[in-house]
């Protein structure tokens, strides 16, 4: 079976793309191995504590907490955009492991199937 | 080869869905198959036939049901991405009784396993539009 790589690059609100990723990489994990990388601003997805009362969007970072659930435990980030952003792992959703960028290009080739968004 | 073409961008404001066409003509012209097209987010508006340009440029829409109807090519619109955008079929018009369904015949609304099964089975997954 291929194993699928998704690929999160973008910011959690402004847009319906990151959440729209995310139903994607839950429906993977219905069918095939897959894993989640978070880069750049993609990141912010993951940052706990979001409240999107007041702009009428859904909160769907609350679903992050579902991935285990789904089978899904493989999940990355940059370590050096997450320094960047002056945020530790402990200031994520759910337990992320913060990559350096050498071990993200092997994460590449290590996956059949990459899907961006 | 086997090759599963991933459209995000919306016509006209990005050129994701021209330059997947261009993509999905090569390939043809090179002798290979195409497993299927899945356009996604923003890219499922390409399936809207109330799209109308100015005579002096292309009709997208148009041009991609062409390419699907000549070659017998899979066009699926993810129906998530498509109903929250107001793309809908007859059936999913009939279903929420809206007036007027939008999505060319050429196209089919189905699920996001298609997308996925596209990545599962095709030789090369290419996406467009970020």
Not at chain 1, 8 to 35: I, Y
Not at chain 2, 76 to 94: F, K, P
Not at chain 2, 105 to 112: D, E, K, N, Q, V
């Amino acid at each position: 079976m291929k194993t699928l790589l998704f690929v999160n690059t973008r910011p959690p609100h402004g847009s319906v793309k990151a959440q729209e990723g995310l139903d994607a990489l839950l429906m993977g994990s219905a069918f095939a191995e897959c894993s989640a990388l978070y880069l750049g601003d993609g990141i912010l997805q993951l940052l706990d504590g979001q409240d999107t009362t007041q702009t009428d969007q859904k909160n769907f970072s609350l679903t992050f907490g579902a991935l285990r659930d789904y089978g899904v435990d493989q999940v990355f980030c940059s370590k050096t955009q997450l320094d960047d952003k002056g945020l530790e792992p402990s200031d994520l959703v759910i337990n992320v492991a913060a990559l350096a960028d050498r071990d993200i290009a092997a994460l590449f080739s290590s996956h059949d199937v990459v899907l961006n968004f | 080869m086997k090759f599963a073409i991933v459209v995000h961008g919306a016509p006209y404001s990005d050129q994701a869905p021209l330059s997947a066409l261009s993509f999905a003509r090569a390939v043809l012209a090179e002798g290979h198959e195409i497993y299927r097209v899945f356009f996604y987010q923003d890219g499922v508006h390409t399936g809207n036939r109330a799209i109308t340009p100015p005579q002096d440029e292309v009709n997208i829409q148009r041009l991609w049901s062409e390419l699907a109807t000549d070659n017998h090519i899979e066009l699926i619109v993810c129906i998530a991405s498509a109903l929250r955008r107001g793309v809908l079929d007859q059936t999913e018009a009939d279903r929420y009784e809206k007036s007027c369904a939008s999505l060319d015949p050429a196209f089919t609304i189905s699920g996001l396993g298609q997308l996925i099964d596209a990545g599962l089975n095709a030789d090369r997954l290419v996406t467009f539009g970020c």
